[in-house]
């Protein structure tokens, strides 16, 4: 008998810090969003690919999304939806906001509690904050196991999971049980593209506050209404103590900000005669380079 | 990550046209799906929105998924063993990729699986495709054989074949034989009825067929005993999973080498019988290469289009006598003529692709219900406008892109002629689009009936009609003495022998295609001011053609034929 699996893909909308343009950064040292689009954070994309793999090869599995963040995040659930997921959950809450990880982690393990899956997939890390430490936190607060810097979900045997981690150096087999945390590295493979009937029928795919805004209501058909909620979860439906969310659960104080611009040395160009280089060696055991 | 929709606009300019509502709403039969399918839409803009939006997805999948492979399954090419075809690892991921984005099927009604979508998204899918990879264009474009079979096949069939083209099932189209090429009534194939079957049995050899080793093919077939003509042939299904046919070699080609052309040998291959006895090649395969026609047409523009965009890159990289080559007057008139020829042909084929859904949407509403007479009239106009500009835009889009692919690699100078360049491949793919599915010569045997019984010019007055703003005013009095000339052309002709008709039939047809394409451009301009350079380079252009061309007829006297006909005489003596 085949088993199949509740997958939740841990997901998160990032500005597109990849083409980062003059004006990424506000005066004050703050992310200016405005200036750059709101993406699915690319190796949470990865992580989607590995749950929607899942899904193909255990029949009945269901992919979920969730995802924290303003309204316009649903976005997010969207690109899920568009892909092959099954739903997803926004959790948004204006008491949500201003999280670190810890209170970030916080918030989706209470969500996690109720949602109750088999597997939580999430990327390695986020393009925006680089910490890689909202899976491994979310672990240890459901008090799963975790496995990071996964590419690859093996075979199911013995009710464990065979996973491949990319590691330093070489590759590393792990086993584990479920229900588990599995954070996916970049170098798993990408996610496939939208789905056309997918994208046709999921477009239409709202918020309750979504609804309440007149602007996306232009063309929503009337017959699937209630097929395509987007739910959206707040603080109050997800419980747990209120102190422990947002900017009061966040004991990360951010000290100094400093803005580094990143400049090109310039380059020298050697051909492989024997002066050339004996004046390289030279030069870069002065500067301490070398030697 | 690129995307080969996003960074053309002039596909949205295209897929924005005004008539688009129409057409949807025709194609859409007023939004009866809504409620029935969850991804049916429900308005127009609904419609337009979401073919926007799956354009997207084939943009994407073009860029980052087909275009990358293309310069390896060109290199790797399909693999011929024990009768069978694999396709090269690049044309299979290609494959996978579209079948799990749905992107098959995409004319099919959606009681089929298909998304439903009218013929201009289909075509500028087809063009995206055809930009990435040409070759790998015809394995995606065979669904269209699932139209065929839509329109002609019974519920029987429909139900039986359709569904699995969404899920990505391959197809062909078997139609040429050894000694049944442009020529196609001389077909050979045998098909005899097996009473205790009910089945028919298929014997012969195809060849030169494309996707020869497909899930589902379409034969035409000889099912007269004693008949030599079209009208002993019929035409059939056949499914891979009955056995019976085997890929004896495949064909070592110049270009568009992905794409697998087969030598079959059918033997004893049970088949179904499409529609009607007999109606094989006079009704089914002539509506079959209509579509087949626009096909190689939007190939042609996406060949034009990477052309375009390689030769634009190059001229800018490249740098001699201490500047980019794009500054010398002899490299930027190429570039504007490629850009404006690419306008031209792009702008005919999506005017063609309008005409072909309106009548089409027409005859699919015709089976439920009696059209009322305004209806029937317009239905009517539109597939004879349809018929016209068909055979014009398959000409016209096929020798512009090996025109432009010409261009291109002259632009690229010594390093286009080696292999380190797409161009190169380019050129080679772009080979084949005057030949197959007609030739250009046929196109002007079947176009040339416009040009005698005068629709073509009646199409071009009624262009003419249109108010045209003050600045395209001046480029509009040029068109309308084009159109005098060409007038004076056709009746210098019309009263001449049949040979000398035949004679000058191409730089007739050419002269009305040019005037077509020019005011095309106009209307073009007038609506997207980005147009308005292409519309003057090509209307000036235009002329210049024209103008030759009418030197040439005007001063043919009867007896300059006579020098031609010598030729038949010649021959290689071994």
Redesign the interface.
């Known amino acids: 008998m085949t088993r199949s699996f509740k997958i939740v893909v841990l997901a998160k909308q990032v500005p597109d810090t990849r083409n980062v343009g003059k004006n990424a950064m506000k005066e004050d040292g703050t992310v200016n969003r405005a200036a750059l689009p709101a993406i699915f954070n690319p190796e949470d994309m990865n992580a989607l690919e590995q749950a929607l793999r899942l899904k193909e090869r255990f029949p009945g599995s269901k992919v979920e999304l969730l995802t924290m963040g303003p309204p316009r995040a649903a976005d997010i659930i969207r690109e899920g939806l568009f892909r092959g997921a099954d739903g997803g959950v926004l959790l948004t809450d204006r008491k949500f906001a201003g999280a670190d990880t810890l209170a970030t982690s916080y918030a989706l393990s209470m969500a996690l509690r109720k949602m109750n899956p088999d597997l939580i997939i999430s990327g390695r890390q986020a393009i925006d904050g680089d910490t890689a430490q909202v899976g491994p936190q979310v672990a240890e607060k459901l008090g799963y196991p975790q496995i990071t810097y996964a590419e690859e979900i093996g075979e199911w045997k013995d009710k464990m999971f065979t996973v491949k981690r990319r590691i330093e150096n070489g590759i590393e087999i792990v086993r584990t049980p479920v229900p588990a945390v599995i954070t996916i590295n970049a170098s798993a493979p990408v996610c ?10 999921y ?1 239409h795919a709202r918020t309750l506050t979504e609804e309440h805004d007149n602007e996306h209501n ?2 929503l ?1 009337i ?2 209404l209630d ?1 395509l909620r987007i739910t959206e979860w707040s603080v109050s439906d997800v419980g747990g103590d209120e102190e422990s969310y947002g900017l009061s659960g966040s004991p990360t104080k951010v000290k100094k900000i400093e803005n580094i611009v990143l400049q090109a040395k310039e380059s020298k160009r050697l051909t492989s005669s024997g002066e050339e280089i004996d004046s390289l060696v030279k030069e870069l055991i002065s500067l301490h380079t070398i030697g | 990550m690129g995307n080969y929709y996003k960074d053309n606009k002039d596909l949205k300019f295209h897929l924005s046209h005004p008539l688009m509502d129409k057409i949807v709403k025709l194609k859409e039969h007023d939004f009866r799906d809504s409620g029935k399918f969850d991804y049916a839409t429900c308005t127009s803009e609904d419609t337009i929105d979401s073919y926007d939006k799956v354009l997207e997805i084939m943009g994407e999948i073009c860029a980052d998924v087909i275009a990358p492979n293309a310069e390896e399954v060109d290199k790797t090419g399909p693999h011929h063993e024990d009768g069978r075809v694999t396709y090269a690892p690049g044309t299979q991921i290609n494959q996978d990729v579209l079948i799990q984005s749905g992107l098959y099927g995409m004319y099919l009604p959606r009681e089929y699986g298909g998304l439903n979508f009218s013929m201009v998204p289909y075509v500028m899918s087809a063009e995206l495709v055809a930009r990435a990879d040409a070759g790998f264009a015809n394995i995606w474009g065979l669904q269209d054989c699932a139209e065929t079979i839509y329109e002609f096949g019974s519920e029987e069939l429909k139900s039986e074949f359709l569904p699995r083209i969404n899920c990505g099932e391959t197809c062909s189209m078997d139609l040429t034989e050894p000694d049944a090429g442009s020529d196609l009534q001389a077909v050979m194939l045998r098909a005899t009825y097996d009473p205790k079957k009910d089945l028919w049995l298929l014997n012969g050899v195809k060849r030169f067929i494309t996707n020869g080793d497909a899930q589902i093919k379409l034969v035409l077939a000889r099912s007269e005993e004693n008949t030599s003509d079209g009208r002993g042939l019929s035409y059939f299904v056949y499914d891979k999973e009955w056995g019976g046919v085997t890929v004896r070699r495949i064909e070592n080609k110049l270009g568009i080498k992905g794409s697998p052309t087969c030598e079959l040998v059918f033997k004893n291959a049970p088949a179904k019988l499409v529609g009607e006895r007999r109606m094989g090649l006079v009704k089914y395969v002539m509506s079959l290469m209509n579509g087949a026609r626009l096909g190689v047409a939007a190939q042609s523009v996406g060949i034009s289009e990477a052309a375009y965009r390689e030769a634009l890159k190059y001229a800018h990289e490249r740098e001699q006598f201490g500047k980019p080559i794009i500054q010398f007057p002899a490299v930027y008139e190429m570039l504007a003529i490629i850009k404006a020829k690419l306008h031209a042909s792009r702008s005919l084929l999506y005017e063609t692709a309008r005409f072909v859904d309106i009548y089409k949407a027409y005859n699919f509403i015709s089976q439920e219900r009696k059209l009322t007479p305004e209806e029937r009239t317009e239905s009517k106009n539109y597939q004879k406008f349809a018929d016209m500009l068909t055979p014009m835009v398959k000409m016209m889009a096929s020798e512009y892109c090996n025109e432009n692919a010409y261009d291109s690699l002259q632009i690229h100078g010594g390093s286009g002629f080696m292999k380190d360049y797409p161009i190169e491949r380019i050129y080679r793919d772009a080979r084949i689009t005057t030949i197959y599915e007609g030739t250009s010569q046929l196109q002007v045997v079947a176009a040339q009936r416009y040009v005698t019984n005068g629709s073509y010019l009646a199409m071009i007055r009624d262009y003419e009609k249109s108010e045209v703003k003050l600045d395209y005013l001046q480029l509009k009095k040029k068109l309308i003495k084009m159109t005098d000339q060409y007038q004076t052309a056709v009746e210098t002709v019309s009263g001449q022998d049949p040979e000398i008709i035949d004679f000058q039939a191409r730089r007739l047809v050419e002269m009305a295609a040019n005037i077509i394409m020019s005011y095309l451009l106009i209307f073009d301009a007038q609506r997207d001011c980005s147009f308005s350079d292409s519309a003057c380079i090509f209307t000036n252009k235009a002329k210049a053609w024209n103008d030759e061309r009418f030197s040439y007829i005007s001063a043919f006297a009867h007896n300059d034929i006579t020098p031609f006909l010598s030729i038949k005489e010649e021959n290689i003596s071994e």
């Open positions: 496939r593209p939208r789905n056309a009937k997918q994208l046709m029928k477009k232009s063309y058909p017959h699937s097929t």
